[in-house]
């Protein structure tokens, strides 16, 4: 038994009681390399100082730099992201002849170099931080302005000059990318299965854009997750995610509709969760989260897995739950 609980030690890590069994399991791991497009499934991803691999790095802008995001264009849903499979592994490098390759329909594919040299163009904006970033050429461009018949750019960050903080109030020392808010969302399905249990047409997870996705838990557990660790590395819950208007978007044809956020407005809102606080009408769904290993320096073992067990360490109490 002593040899049993030492092996879960090293297999936890450091620091915190060792639950006596997972809480979840990681069901898929989804990388959105253009914000907004549409996710790949990976069966593993390494996490780097803004998240995973590859998750938002570019982003389609406006003439004036301006990120577009499926609230404005809702198209943006049906625009398919390829990478190589490799470029998941753990200490993959480009090289000359490495591609993501971009799809949508009616257009030719779209093919991205992601090495070589590129120019920087300036200003480019997300929600509230502007910046540089590489511009990825004047035929990806031309691609993205006919697909949306307004020109448009495609860009990447710029890490080595750039940095976009998480907002220290729920997480300082952080950074992202072209994400929203914060470098992981995590939903369960568990969480998905009670809402589809009492929507009248149920709904993909895709409509929800989680990183993580967890089995095995009861619905909304992950609401109360302060503390996790999966394959040794500690994940801390930081805010339950505000919802938008792009759950009610269809990813399969891009058209809007009401559900399921009318839906979550019964039992999912501050008016229900936080009755103290302003904003009445905002819903949530998922947890968006942080990694303590991302603020070290680069070191191998920084992968999770689908498959990978998740352990609870610590939780929010039930009258505080993770803030809004």
Not at 4 to 17: K, M, R, T
Not at 120 to 147: C, I, K, M, P, Q
Request: with cysteine.
């Amino acid at each position: 038994m002593e040899k049993a609980a030492s092996f879960l030690s090293s297999l936890l890590g450091d620091g915190g009681e060792v639950p006596p069994e997972p809480a979840a399991t990681v069901r898929s791991i989804l990388i959105y390399p253009i914000k907004s497009c549409r996710d790949i499934s990976v069966p593993q991803a390494p996490i780097t100082s803004t998240g995973f691999r590859w998750d938002r790095n570019w982003v389609v802008v406006n003439s004036k730099g301006r990120a577009y995001t499926q609230r404005v264009e809702p198209k943006l849903a049906l625009v398919e992201v390829e990478m190589p499979p490799e470029a998941f592994a753990e200490e993959w490098q480009p090289t000359p002849g490495s591609y993501m390759v971009v799809r949508a329909p009616g257009m030719d594919p779209l093919k991205i170099p992601l090495s070589g040299e590129r120019a920087t163009v300036d200003d480019v904006s997300v929600w509230e931080w502007s910046g540089a970033a590489y511009d990825e050429g004047a035929e990806a461009a031309e691609w993205f302005s006919s697909y949306f018949g307004s020109p448009s750019r495609l860009v990447r960050f710029k890490e080595v000059s750039e940095v976009r903080p998480t907002n220290p109030d729920y997480a300082q020392g952080y950074k992202i990318m072209f994400t929203d808010c914060f470098p992981f969302l995590m939903a369960s399905q568990g969480s998905l299965d009670a809402l589809n249990e009492i929507l009248k047409e149920p709904v993909p997870m895709n409509r929800f854009r989680p990183n993580i996705l967890v089995d095995g838990c009861h619905p909304y557990s992950e609401d109360l997750w302060k503390t996790i660790k999966i394959n040794k590395l500690t994940f801390q819950g930081v805010k339950l995610c505000n919802r938008c208007k792009v759950p009610t978007i269809n990813q399969e044809n891009g058209i809007l509709g009401t559900e399921p956020t009318e839906t979550l407005q019964t039992f999912r809102s501050d008016e229900v969760l936080r009755p103290s606080h302003k904003n009445k009408r905002q819903v949530y769904f998922g947890q968006n989260l942080v990694c303590k290993e991302s603020l070290s320096a680069r070191g191998k073992g920084k992968i999770i897995k689908v498959g990978d067990p998740v352990y609870v360490l610590q939780e929010f109490p039930s009258s505080d739950q993770a803030p809004a």
